[in-house]
């Protein structure tokens, strides 16, 4: 709704946490945008739970200021054609991805795996097909990295673990060295009786983070999401890289976190390599590689910023 009595622009500002809220308003700010912890894309952001909701809305208008909740990741229409007609749960699998390092790697550790979306996503159609067979009444449909439910939030809910304040998933036996994938039914189970905790909200993530971008909201900034972009990096960009020392992708945050620090290291069987360095000859082939959908253009890019070829 237009306001007809405004002559100046608003001003609208992110709020991924009550802080940031609280100094949005206090400096000046006509309306906030915020996420909950479902269906939102803040996912670097602290985000607000529902209770935290309550109050952050509260705070927002008692200094008449707007609040506008994002909701950015509804399914997609091939995803919610797959959906059960009245889906009622969601199954949640993780897959352990941490393999022993005794030498050098250019790659952040999920990219040392053969490619997850096939390896991992073989392993969930082969459960969903069992569920069919022993549940012909009901319908199954798994999702791999490309599920139309928040996947992290399903597995907190699932009990599998806690939110980190990375905004990944942390499990009390793999950390947050774990690949996510669900399987939508329309059968009902019940969930797990209450959540998991682990974060200490320590910081530590936030800390290390090359690009300063956990608890602000700025996902594009992340250095893993910088080394998957297409075209020409930035000169900021091209030192985060070559400082990183990674093709591709980025393990900070993870290997700041305090709960990752006896984290098993135990890959589950459909890892079954171990490929922890990117060369120019492996850019010939890369259909095997968790990164291969990027193409060969983005990783021989980063290749050349880091060996100046």
Partial sequence: MVDKQRTLPELLAPAGDMERL???VLYGADAVYLAGTDFGMRAFAGNFSPEELKEAVAYAHGHGVRVHCTINTMPRNDEAARLPEHPRSVLVVLFPY??????????????CVPDYHKTAGAVLERTAAALRQKYPENHFEPFMDNSPVPEVEAAVRAGLGCRGDNGLLLHPL????????TIVTDRYWEAADAPLTGCRHCGACKADCPAGCIGRG????????????????TAEEQQMLRA??????????????????SALIRPHPCF???????????????ADKAYGWRGRAVPERNLKILYNR
């Fill in 22 to 24: 609280k100094m949005a």
């Fill in 98 to 111: 941490r393999f022993p390092e005794n030498g050098p790697r250019n790659l952040c550790r999920y990219a």
């Fill in 174 to 181: 793999y950390g947050s060295y774990v690949f996510i994938g």
């Fill in 272 to 286: 079954d390599r171990y490929m922890p360095w990117l060369s120019a000859a492996d850019l010939d082939d890369l």
């Fill in 218 to 233: 700025d996902r594009d900034g992340c250095l893993s999401a910088v080394s998957q972009k297409k075209g020409a990096l």
């Fill in 244 to 261: 990183n020392g990674l093709a591709w992708g980025c393990d900070r945050c993870q290997e700041a976190c305090p709960a990752n620090r």
